[in-house]
T-cell receptor
Framework: DTAVSQTPKYLVTQMGNDKSIKCEQN?????MYWYKQDSKKFLKIMFS???????INETVPNRFSPKSPDKAHLNLHINSLELGDSAVYFC??????????FGPGTRLTVL | AQTVTQSQPEMSVQEAETVTLSCTYDTSESDYYLFWYKQPPSRQMILVIRQEAYKQQNATENRFSVNFQKAAKSFSLKISDSQLGDAAMYFCAYRANNRDDKIIFGKGTRLHILP
């Protein structure tokens, strides 16, 4: 029944580690996104994929790499985690130009 | 560049009363969409209401309605008969209807419901 799902919901890790967050949507949407929400609740787009093609690639460090094996999945891989990467990461999907449907978010804490 | 401004970082309203959250935006586009999203403590982002710029009629969804003033670039959200479950962060958002698929979010307004 879940529309946009993300795993894990919580992720606590040490600085320097590599981690991945998975996202799946079962809505048949053609576009998927990753957003970062910082401690002040500001939401910022990171990436978007449309039918597995990268559309938006905002100014994020190269340590962040999205991977879209098919149009229902958009995973986020982060290398060499830093303290400043601590945030909530939201996956979302849409059928353009419709509104975004958001996943439940992944709270990443880097120690 | 497009911007979205929510000038009220926090607001409070008595249960069952009506509250209006403000949002202004800046754009040179004529065709665009506006949204209000709600983020309760569960942190799930939930679409509350959407408005197409070409529609003059204000959108409504049950107790939620908007006052869309295109010339003034204003898009306020009115919540009638406030309920405890309405307590959340509310984000105003803008998206141009073009190939640029970005949504610009405001910084949010935290709404408290007083019992």
């Amino acid at each position: 029944d879940t529309a946009v799902s993300q795993t894990p919901k919580y992720l606590v890790t040490q600085m320097g580690n590599d981690k991945s967050i998975k996202c799946e949507q079962n809505l048949g949407h053609d576009t998927m996104y990753w957003y970062k929400q910082d401690s002040k609740k500001f939401l910022k787009i990171m990436f978007s994929y449309n039918n597995k093609e990268l559309i938006i690639n905002e100014t994020v460090p190269n340590r962040f790499s999205p991977k879209s094996p098919d149009k229902a999945h958009l995973n986020l891989h982060i290398n060499s985690l830093e303290l400043g990467d601590s945030a909530v990461y939201f996956c979302a999907s849409s059928l353009r130009p419709g509104p975004r449907v958001f996943g439940p978010g992944t709270r990443l804490t880097v120690l | 560049a497009q911007t979205v401004t929510q000038s009220q970082p926090e607001m409070s309203v008595q249960e069952a009363e009506t509250v209006t959250l403000s949002c202004t935006y800046d754009t040179s586009e004529s065709d665009y969409y506006l949204f209000w999203y709600k983020q309760p403590p569960s942190r799930q982002m939930i679409l509350v209401i959407r408005q197409e710029a070409y529609k003059q009629q204000n959108a409504t969804e049950n107790r939620f309605s908007v006052n869309f003033q295109k010339a003034a670039k204003s898009f306020s959200l009115k919540i009638s008969d406030s309920q405890l479950g309405d307590a959340a962060m509310y984000f105003c958002a803008y998206r141009a209807n073009n190939r640029d698929d970005k949504i610009i979010f405001g910084k949010g307004t935290r709404l408290h419901i007083l019992p």
